[in-house]
């Protein structure tokens, strides 16, 4: 709020802080700040509802969402304005994101953050689409993104994205569920009417990066996270048919194998970092997550909906049994998985199947001819033969987030 309110001379702007169905002193830190601030609740636990109910209170022309793990940098507001005046067919100006640590990161860490962008960060170190200090992308990040208001309407506001938070432990609360796109299924709405998303370097941020994001629970989070957004997204937001369905779920299951031949390779040889997970343990979780939401939603061919449709309108308080009643217990067993939050690093083979192979449905889907050793390795032949690589649903996952390096594709 500091950083914002720092910046008062550059533009004529309002500042909306959005409570979401929060019971901490956010409601005390806002009004600290009467008449330079407005505070609006949103009692609907949802990343969308609460970017609703801010893009619903704003009032002006341009829209600028901020995470609230951010430092705003002098010159974002005024290079905003500029921009949108400049140039009109700017839907959307991704802002440049460099992380700023409370403490130093551990190595295997920054290993991970090359593999995979889960610091959610924003430059050319990271993405390697960005190349100019003012250029076109695909897509913007969430922590730092200004939309036209007029187009954010056009298009009906953001998708789903996640609905809670890690640290939920108490009364009608859930794990964190990863269900729609978010901001770049937004910018990806923007692009379909043929409006453009601009990065700009000097409408920046630093993002505060905690040592919670240096541990081994949070990654592991973050990756089981992402596969699952993944196969809902696949069915809600790209509409993917049958066949392309199960071609999405074969490219999976290679680089399933794939990268559980890299790790128990690294687990056997003791090749692994201590107090820490590899780049491909990340992987390994990434595909294995995804395969085990496409299982359920395989199998509950409506749940994808339902799932869709809360992460849109999100979960109040006196609903949550409600809602919670209308999924099925194969869902709720798979999102409540301890493996999620599990600390513990893998130290052997053993711990490995022990630990992650024995959970979820995915080993349900692949074929046992190619489980054993000879197998694995016939499967990554083909992943080379058939020139799979990338990710899914024909680049789903390349389109759309940051940097995976040519080493770890």
Partial sequence: ??????????????????????????????????????????????????????????????LLYLDDDVIVRPGSLTHIAEIFSSYPDCGVIAGHIDAKFTEDPPAWTLACQKSFNGWSLFNKDTCNFVHTDFQEVPWAAGPVMAIRKSAYDRVGGFPPDTVGVETNRGA???????????????????????LKVYYCKSVAVFHLIPPVRFTIAFWRSRMI???????????????LTRVEAKRARLRAQLHFLQYEDRLLERLATG????????????????????????????????????????????????????????????????????????????????????????????????????????????????IKALGFRGS????????FKCARTKSNE
């Fill in 172 to 194: 009608k609360t859930f794990n964190k569920l990863y269900i729609g796109p978010g901001d770049y299924g937004l910018c990806e709405k923007i692009r379909r009417i043929g």
């Fill in 271 to 382: 090749n692994y970092p201590r107090n820490g997970i590899s780049p491909d343990e990340l992987w390994v979780l990434y595909y294995k997550a995804y395969l085990d939401m496409d299982h359920v939603l395989r199998r509950y061919p409506l749940l994808w909906k339902t799932l869709w449709d809360i992460g849109d309108t999100g979960i109040d308080d006196e609903n949550y049994h409600r809602v919670m009643s209308m999924i099925p217990p194969e869902y709720k067993a798979l999102v409540a998985n301890d493996l999620v939050y599990d600390p513990l690093p893998l130290t052997s083979v053993m711990d490995y199947e022990r630990i992650i192979a024995s959970r979820g449905f995915a080993g349900k889907d692949i074929p046992t001819a190619v489980r054993s050793r000879a197998g694995r390795k016939m499967a990554i032949l083909i």
């Fill in 1 to 62: 709020m500091e950083s914002v309110l720092f910046l008062r001379d550059e533009a004529d702007f309002e500042f909306v802080v959005v409570d979401n169905n929060s019971t901490d002193a956010t409601p005390d830190i806002v009004r600290a700040y009467e008449g330079l601030a407005k505070y609006v609740f949103e009692g609907k636990t949802s990343f969308t509802a609460a970017r609703r109910a801010g893009g619903i209170n704003a009032t002006g022309d341009i």
């Fill in 225 to 239: 996270g992402e596969g699952y957004h993944a196969a809902t997204t696949q069915r809600g937001f790209f509409g």
């Fill in 392 to 399: 899914l649903a024909g680049g789903l996952k390349r389109r």
